[in-house]
């Protein structure tokens, strides 16, 4: 019984067909190829499948694709950069050794885009709470929270 | 597997009316999909699309809050922050801002968990829950809708459509608690809500609700009663936190311990009456 859903997938339409009670995470990853989304606890603790569905962060692995809906917007990581060009939260993430292992960092961008893209200018404060769903066992935070930090004083447009 | 995507109301009403698709309700999911842990049901209804129930209305004399708002909507909503700021502090402490965006108070309170975040808020400002069936609507008490661990007075083709709090009286202030092991993504240790009138340093109402210390959300009748009418001093707060640490039943789990708990309920109860009392008009 599997569904079509129209969807618009990193500014593309796109006719998507999976089972609806298959996790969006693996529709992504698996039916699309969008891996860049990754799979951390697999039950909306860690953050690292965030996307952004329509302006929202949200955690990938705890929604259903029944649950989308024709038209729905859907970001992931792929959809941030340029073709040839990082784009500034990677760039900012990259100088400032904000990824270690590289497991959060996608779903930790998204968070901040979703942030960024709805409040171009946090105070420190409201950046720690954009990413506090967001797990790393890595860097400690306190790099990660600079490298969005530069981007908001870097002034570029997200 | 059945997958219902409803379109509204009656329609939803309609498939869970007939007992061949009696299948669970999904909303935001982020309990459920947690909870099914990939051994989907044979059937789920949909109600996620039903956008009668996402609606926050102001009333005379009370808010109504439809069962498929978003905390993240609570969050922003001048009529809520105005009207039960507390509720407003809850739901910022719901997981994070993911789990924000999709989950639904409605969710959060049908899930009946004791730890939830929202009930212990609308139960301290004695909020009623609207439960609708084919049949028609009924209102009752948040306080009478949780029966025991995990069980809720919903019947099987009954949907919460609604929760419904009454606006503050005049002198009312609330403050909701959380003590958890950290500010996101956490559990809690313990989760209450004080709402009071209290007037040149006399107690002329107060409702305490509480989380995580008990198989439900629950009220402290006895402390509340006790409360009732007096002067607050030094003495009466004190007995108030010993009447709350002996009126509460916590166990110990994963979280905590029942010792833990009934320590930090009393000092939340202390906290709140000795922030009142100071900010009293005449203290």
């Known amino acids: 019984m599997e569904k079509n859903i129209a969807l618009i997938i990193n500014g593309k339409k796109r006719k998507v067909k999976a089972h609806p009670a298959e996790r969006l995470l693996d529709v992504l990853r698996e039916n699309l190829k969008l891996t860049g989304t990754k799979e951390g606890c697999g039950e909306g603790e860690c953050g690292a499948c965030s996307i952004v569905l329509n302006g929202e962060v949200v955690n990938s692995c705890i929604i259903i694709f029944g649950q989308l809906d024709n038209g729905d917007e859907i970001t992931t990581i792929e959809g941030i950069a340029g073709k040839k060009k990082l784009h500034p939260l990677q760039q900012h993430f990259l100088e400032c050794g904000a990824s270690q292992c590289g497991i959060c960092t996608p779903g930790m961008i998204m968070a901040a885009y979703a942030l960024l893209k709805k409040n171009p200018k946090p105070t420190r404060e409201e950046i720690k709470e954009a990413v506090a769903g967001n797990l790393c066992r890595c860097t400690g935070y306190t790099k990660i929270i600079e490298a969005i930090e530069k981007c908001v004083i870097s002034n570029v447009k997200i | ?283």
């Open chain 2, 1 to 283: 597997m059945r997958y219902f995507k409803c379109e509204n109301l009656t329609e939803a009403l309609g498939v869970i009316a007939d007992k061949e698709t009696r299948f669970p309700l999904l909303a935001g999911g982020t309990d459920l999909i947690v909870q099914w842990g990939g051994r989907m049901p044979e059937g789920i209804v949909d109600i996620g699309g039903v956008e009668e129930l996402k609606l926050i209305v102001q009333r005379e004399n009370v808010v109504e809050i439809g069962a498929l708002v978003t905390h993240g909507t609570i969050v922003a909503s001048k009529i809520v922050q105005r009207d039960c700021s507390a509720l407003v502090d809850a739901c910022k402490t719901v997981g994070a801002i993911q789990i924000q965006n999709r989950g639904t108070i409605g969710g959060n309170i049908v899930n009946a968990s004791p730890a939830g975040d929202t009930p212990p808020v609308l139960m301290a400002f004695d909020a009623k829950v609207e439960l609708t069936s084919l049949a028609g609507r009924r209102h009752i008490p948040l306080r009478e809708f949780y029966l025991s661990y995990r069980k809720t007075a919903l019947k099987p083709d009954e949907i919460l459509t609604r929760v419904i709090i009454p606006k503050p009286k005049p002198g009312e202030s609330a403050t909701f608690y959380k003590i958890g092991t950290r500010k996101a993504q956490a559990i809690s240790k313990v989760v209450m809500c004080v709402r009071s009138i209290i007037q040149n340093e006399i107690v002329e109402d107060i409702a305490i609700a509480l989380g995580s210390v008990a198989p439900t959300v629950v009220r402290a009748p006895k402390t509340e009663k006790f409360l009732m009418g007096k002067k607050l001093n030094e003495n009466i707060i004190d007995e108030a936190r010993k009447s709350l640490a002996e009126e509460i039943k916590p166990i110990d789990d994963i979280r905590s311990t029942a010792d833990y708990r009934k320590f930090v309920a009393a000092n939340l109860l202390g906290r709140y009456l000795t922030d009142t009392f100071l900010r009293s008009p005449s203290a």
